[in-house]
T-cell receptor, first 113, second 114 residues
Framework: AQTVTQSQPEMSVQEAETVTLSCTYDTSESDYYLFWYKQPPSRQMILVIR??????QNATENRFSVNFQKAAKSFSLKISDSQLGDAAMYFC??????????FGQGTRLTINP | DGGITQSPKYLFRKEGQNVTLSCEQN?????MYWYRQDPGQGLRLIYY???????QKGDIAEGYSVSREKKESFPLTVTSAQKNPTAFYLC?????????????FGSGTRLTVV
């Protein structure tokens, strides 16, 4: 079974600085999708960014980018120019086709003003 | 606008009572899911349904029941058999066979046993 591991339960960063959240996963498949979701204090789950495994180019969405290392099964999220509104729980997730999303345990990110 | 609506936002249950949490989507998604989240914790899958009139147990189905009579609706009943139901419940949906889209989530229901 696929598993997703987020080894950092908590992270903190100074406002305007850059932070990287780690995620590793285990799969024997070659075609799948990876996601980062953000859950702010409102508890609403928001899709931050997604990566298709067959694409070598790392996905980017404004201040959010990923470092996708397929051979190493690593999928880290980099947040540049951190803002107070980035404070949230971040979940890494894996999905293959129509199968269920497999979530990591989450990383709580604190932004220090 | 398309989306998922969960109601109520807050729900209080007395010991021994069954309660039903509503989840409705107008996204024409085939699959729907229920997750439980305890404070500071990750998401645990309760039940999921990939097609109308069919559903499967997730990792923590004991004490819960669901139905999927319509594509748009996937209500969750928390029964009196659920020993510790106080938690935050999230409903999600996804397009069938379309892994690219991930899930769309509702805004959640916070259930408290009083």
């Amino acid at each position: 079974a696929q598993t997703v591991t987020q080894s950092q339960p908590e992270m903190s960063v100074q406002e305007a600085e850059t932070v990287t959240l780690s995620c590793t996963y285990d799969t024997s498949e070659s075609d799948y999708y990876l996601f980062w979701y953000k859950q702010p204090p409102s508890r609403q789950m928001i899709l931050v960014i997604r990566q298709e495994a067959y694409k070598q180019q790392n996905a980017t969405e404004n201040r959010f980018s990923v470092n996708f290392q397929k051979a190493a099964k690593s999928f880290s999220l980099k947040i540049s120019d951190s803002q107070l509104g980035d404070a949230a729980m971040y979940f890494c997730a894996y999905r293959r086709g129509a199968q269920k999303l497999v979530f990591g345990q989450g990383t709580r990110l604190t932004i220090n003003p | 606008d398309g989306g998922i609506t969960q109601s109520p936002k807050y729900l209080f249950r007395k010991e021994g009572q069954n309660v039903t949490l509503s989840c409705e989507q107008n996204l024409n998604h085939d699959a729907m899911y229920w997750y439980r989240q305890d404070p500071g914790q990750g998401l645990r899958l309760i039940y999921y349904s990939q097609i109308v009139n069919d559903f499967q147990k997730g990792d923590i189905a004991e004490g819960y029941s669901v139905s999927r009579e319509k594509k748009e609706s996937f209500p969750l009943t928390v029964t009196s058999a659920q020993k510790n139901p106080t938690a935050f419940y999230l409903c999600a949906s996804s397009m069938g066979g379309q892994g690219f889209y991930g899930y769309t989530f509702g805004s959640g229901t916070r259930l408290t046993v009083v």
